[in-house]
């Protein structure tokens, strides 16, 4: 065949795919298919959650569990001001997996600053910020869903990981 014929051909391939009509889904599929993934998802986390407290258990830390799943501690307290939505943070920190590697640190990367509230960095960290005052040293265990989630950051930490992140407030200001 020539190649004007084979242009065609895939021209009306193409067209004929595009106007197959794709299977229509019943209410009751969708709802079921709605409630299969609501199970496997609260299966993941409290998977998650129980890894979590047999490595917490097993350091001997003494961490409360915030109703997200967000696991702290504060290590050492400072005596500035609390921590509010709109300011912006400065902290120096230490991310790991649960292995001990060592994903990312402040001494590498520098001080992590970000406005609180305004998203650009993990959810956990957004809510762990939350927790403290300026001059607080605190220890976080973030599951995945409130970490990079599904697919990891595609750099230092893998697909569906908990990370510990050791943080200190440096500063808090109002913009």
């Known amino acids: ?38 199970k496997a998802n609260k299966g993941l986390v409290k998977k998650d959650q129980d890894e979590i407290a047999d490595y917490i258990s097993r350091r001997g830390w003494n961490m409360k569990k915030s109703e997200t799943g967000l696991w702290f501690e504060i290590l050492k307290q400072g005596n500035g001001k609390k921590a509010a939505v709109g300011m912006v943070a400065q902290l120096r920190y230490e991310v790991k997996l649960l292995d001990g590697t060592l994903c990312y640190s402040s001494d590498s990367l520098g001080i992590k600053k970000f406005k609180i509230g305004q998203g650009g960095v993990e959810s956990g960290l957004e809510e762990a910020v939350l927790l403290l005052k300026c001059g607080d040293y605190a220890r976080f265990v973030m599951p995945p869903h409130l970490a990079y ?5 595609e750099n230092k930490i893998p697909p569906r990981s908990t990370i510990v992140y050791n943080v200190e407030l440096l500063k ?3 913009y």
């Open 172 to 174: 808090l200001t109002d």
């Open 1 to 38: 065949m020539s190649k004007p014929v084979y242009t065609i051909l895939l021209i009306v391939v193409l067209l004929v795919a595009c106007k197959s009509n794709p299977k229509r889904y019943s209410a009751k599929e969708k709802k079921e298919f709605k409630e299969n993934l609501v």
């Open 149 to 153: 989630g599904l697919i990891g950051d």
